[in-house]
């Protein structure tokens, strides 16, 4: 990851334009690999994507997956990550079952300190994305409170300082447990 789009906001064509770039190369890893895909980016409210906050977070949680794959001795085939003005990226082939991979990642995204600050998408090796849903499993609540995510962003219920101010703290929080 070398390409710096720091604090540059993103427009509505760049970030679809981006999710369409992020379908294909997910298709074209599965193609390539064979294997289960994770797909992982960054929770990134606002305009701005590409930030040092995101890139701290981001990098925490490549740290996570990769000790997660090692713990379950799960093999990774292949890893990528990549810089885009929409925020960082990486893509995993695993050689693991992918509902074992889905239910592992939950559990990450539940337990980890930063784990609400991950977007990480599980697709088997012929390209179903695995939702929280078919785990029986609620949405995923606020950044800042307990209601559905997608109630607080569609009402608008906080700030976008607010929930930038959250993220950072919750970043602090957990870099200072690891240096503890």
Do not use: Y
């Not at 760049?14 to 890893?29: G, I, K, M, P, Y």
């Not at 029986?136 to 609540?141: A, E, I, K, V, W």
């Not at 607080?152 to 300082?161: G, I, N």
């Amino acid at each position: 990851m070398t390409p710096r789009f720091e604090d540059r906001a993103v427009t509505l064509p760049e970030l679809l334009a981006s999710r369409d770039a992020r379908q294909a190369r997910q298709t074209a890893w599965l193609q390539r690999h064979g294997v289960t895909l994770i797909s992982f980016t960054v929770v990134a409210p606002g305009p701005v994507k590409d930030c040092d906050l995101t890139r701290r977070i981001f990098s925490h949680g490549l740290l996570a997956l990769d000790a997660l794959a090692t713990r379950a001795g799960w093999p990774v085939k292949a890893r990528a990550s990549f810089a885009f003005v929409t925020g960082p990226e990486a893509l995993i082939a695993i050689n693991a079952p992918a509902p074992a991979v889905k239910q592992a990642t939950i559990s990450l995204e539940q337990t980890h300190p930063l784990g609400r600050l991950w977007d990480i998408d599980v697709l088997t090796p012929h390209g179903e994305i695995l939702s929280r849903q078919q785990f029986s499993l609620p949405p995923r609540t606020c950044l800042i409170c307990s209601r559905p995510a997608a109630l607080c962003v569609r009402e608008q219920t906080h700030t976008l300082a607010q929930l930038l101010a959250h993220m950072e703290a919750r970043l602090n929080d957990a870099e200072h447990a690891t240096h503890a």
